[in-house]
C-alpha cells in the first residue's frame, strides 16, 4: 500500500496508472475505521483494479460547534486495516495541502439539503461537495463507494455527479451494523456505556415503522409519532429529527409507491447518531399520504 499526503504525488501516481488502463475505485472517509468501511473497500476491491481510499477529516464539512477538533482519530490502527483490506493507494493529505488558499468559487447545494442532517448542520453538504469534487478530480474514479447510513449524503454527492456530468459511478453501499442492530460509526465511541445499551432501539425502531409501512399503514404523522415515542421511552436520547421523505430526491411523497426513506437523528450527551431505513414500495394506486 502506497501512502500518499501530497496532492502532485497522488497526481503522478493515477496518471501512472490510467496509462495502464485500469479502473480505479475510491472510497473517501475521515478515518477512524470500522466495519462500515471495510465494506465499501471489499465492494471497491471486487470491482475494480486498483481501490484509492482517501482519509481527511475534512474541516470544511463542520459547523463551529460541532466535533472537528474531537473527531476520534487513530492513525496507526488505519493504516493496518487499510493494507489489510488490500488498499493500493491510501490519500492523507492534511489542511493545508487540500485547502492551501481561500477558494475563489464556493460550492452551494440547493436541493435535498433543506432537510435531515441538512437543516441543523448549516453549510455541511457544500463542505462535502467541495472536498469531494477535489477528490474525484484528483483521484478520477470509475466507481466511489458512498455508505447508506449517511443516506443524504449519498442524495447529495447523486446529485452532484448528475448535475455536473462527473464520469463517476456513485456505488450505494448497505449500512453495516453491531450484532445488536446499532450502525457502525466512528462516533459510537462517544456513547456512555449506558447510552451504547440503549442506542439499538434506534434500528429498532426504523424496524417496527418498516413493518408497518409494509403491512398497509399509510399515515406517515403517526408513523413517525410512534417512532419518536418509542425513542423517547427506550432510550435517553433527544430526537432531533424523524422524517420520510422520497428516495434520493428527499422531497414529501403523495403516492405510495418508489423508494422511501425513513430516517432518524437522536442526540446523546456526546454522540449525535443518525440511521435510516430504505423501503421499496410496490405501487399502490390512489394511496395518498
Ligand atoms: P466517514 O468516515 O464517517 O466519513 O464515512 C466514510 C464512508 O463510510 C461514508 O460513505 C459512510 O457512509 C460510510 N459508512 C460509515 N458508516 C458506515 C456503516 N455502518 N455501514 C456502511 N457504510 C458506512
Redesign the pocket.
Known amino acids: 500500500m502506497k501512502i500518499i499526503t501530497k496532492v502532485n504525488t497522488l497526481r503522478e501516481e493515477i496518471h501512472h496508472h490510467k496509462q495502464s488502463g485500469g479502473t480505479i475505485g475510491f472510497?473517501?472517509?475521515?478515518?477512524?475505521?470500522?466495519?462500515?468501511?471495510l465494506?465499501?473497500i471489499k465492494e471497491a476491491r471486487n470491482n475494480n483494479d486498483i481501490v484509492v481510499m482517501s482519509?481527511f477529516?475534512?474541516p470544511l464539512q463542520f459547523g463551529p460547534n460541532e466535533d472537528f477538533d474531537r473527531y476520534p482519530r487513530n492513525i496507526e490502527r488505519d493504516l493496518k486495516l487499510a493494507e489489510n483490506a488490500d488498499v493500493d493507494i491510501l490519500f492523507m493529505p492534511d489542511s493545508e495541502e487540500m485547502y492551501p488558499g481561500t477558494l475563489s468559487v464556493a460550492m452551494n447545494v440547493k436541493e435535498r439539503v433543506h432537510v435531515l442532517c441538512g437543516k441543523k448542520r448549516e453549510g455541511h453538504f457544500d463542505g462535502v461537495v467541495t472536498v469531494l469534487t477535489k477528490l474525484f478530480h484528483l483521484v478520477q474514479p470509475r466507481r466511489a463507494?458512498?455508505?447508506?447510513?449517511?443516506?443524504q449524503?449519498?442524495a447529495v454527492v447523486e446529485g452532484l455527479v448528475d448535475d455536473y456530468f462527473f464520469p463517476v459511478e456513485i456505488v450505494r453501499?448497505?449500512?453495516?451494523?453491531e450484532e445488536d442492530g446499532l450502525?457502525?460509526?466512528?462516533?459510537n465511541v462517544y456513547l456512555s456505556e449506558e447510552e451504547r445499551n440503549e442506542a439499538p432501539a434506534i434500528y429498532e425502531s426504523l424496524r417496527g415503522a418498516k413493518k408497518k409501512i409494509e403491512s398497509g399503514e399509510v399515515n406517515t404523522s403517526a408513523i413517525i409519532s410512534d417512532v419518536k415515542e418509542f425513542i423517547h421511552n427506550m432510550t435517553s436520547g433527544q430526537v432531533e429529527y424523524v422524517e420520510i421523505f422520497t428516495f434520493p430526491e428527499l422531497t414529501p411523497f403523495h403516492e405510495w409507491n418508489g423508494e422511501i426513506i425513513l430516517a432518524i437523528a437522536v442526540q446523546f450527551q456526546k454522540a449525535r447518531l443518525i440511521d435510516n431505513i430504505i423501503i421499496s414500495l410496490d405501487k399502490k394506486e390512489n394511496q395518498h399520504v
Open positions: 472510497v473517501p472517509t475521515m478515518g477512524y475505521l470500522h466495519d462500515g468501511h465494506s465499501l482519509i477529516v475534512n463507494y458512498f455508505g447508506l447510513k449517511d443516506a449524503q449519498v453501499v448497505r449500512t453495516v451494523r450502525a457502525k460509526s466512528s462516533r
